[in-house]
């Protein structure tokens, strides 16, 4: 004779419910996700490399800019943690919206796949509290593929890379150094236009990208 299933018990149902709950808080404000369930990494510092994410007033401010935003250009810094903070929103998206299509675009295909490794994207899911319901992630070269639907793909600059696609969202990462980053453009205006977003952040330099961030769309000079 097959036995019951045991009944949860009411701290169980309370702690269930507690769980949805924060669930639902996280969907709706990834800074808050990200600064209770993200860590980051830092190889500077061999002693302690694992640290929480920091609890920087700019980085909520871009956090929650980026949340209402379909277009951003930000330059950024070494120590910012900007790049840190974006793979975070993107992997959020990824967790909490099923079905989405991302997409995390650098100058070489190597360098988006690192991003998507367990030295970034994937250390970050790796290190989410162990006791929660996270979908499941199978890694590949330049993918991640999630259970609940979601996938990001890691592609090289060009305007070739994104047409076969329909993005959710794309990052493009130190797009200052681009060689087809003004090419490359003309293939992304479809995301926003279709609803999507595109965050591009990269270290200052000359060309596309300062145009971009200083609103100068329309300039010819380059």
Not at 19 to 41: F, G, H, S, Y
Not at 137 to 143: A, D, G, H, L, Q
Request: aromatic fraction near 10%.
């Amino acid at each position: 004779m097959a036995k019951k299933k045991s009944q949860p018990s009411p701290e169980q149902l309370q702690r269930m419910r507690d769980t949805a709950l924060q669930i639902e808080v996280w969907a709706k404000k990834p800074w808050r996700w990200i600064r209770d369930c993200c860590v980051t990494q830092d190889e500077a510092d061999s002693s302690s490399p694992v640290k929480p994410f920091p609890d920087k007033e700019y980085l909520r401010y871009i956090a929650d800019l980026w949340q209402r935003s379909s277009l951003l250009a930000i330059p950024k810094s070494r120590r910012m943690m900007l790049t840190w903070l974006m793979l975070a929103l993107h992997l959020h998206k990824a967790l909490f919206f099923p079905r989405s299509a991302i997409f995390i675009q650098s100058k070489k295909e190597d360098d988006s796949d690192f991003l998507l490794s367990d030295k970034r994207m994937l250390f970050i899911y790796e290190n989410l509290p162990k006791n929660l319901p996270w979908p499941k992630v199978t890694r590949k070269f330049c993918s991640l593929e999630f259970s609940n639907g979601s996938y990001m793909r890691g592609i090289a600059q060009g305007p070739d890379q994104l047409r076969q696609y329909t993005a959710s969202a794309i990052l493009c990462d130190e797009m200052a150094f681009w060689d087809k980053a003004e090419q490359t453009w003309g293939a992304l205006k479809p995301t926003v236009q279709g609803g999507g977003q595109v965050t591009m952040i990269s270290s200052a330099g000359p060309g596309f990208f300062q145009r971009i961030v200083e609103g100068r769309l329309t300039d010819d000079r380059r």
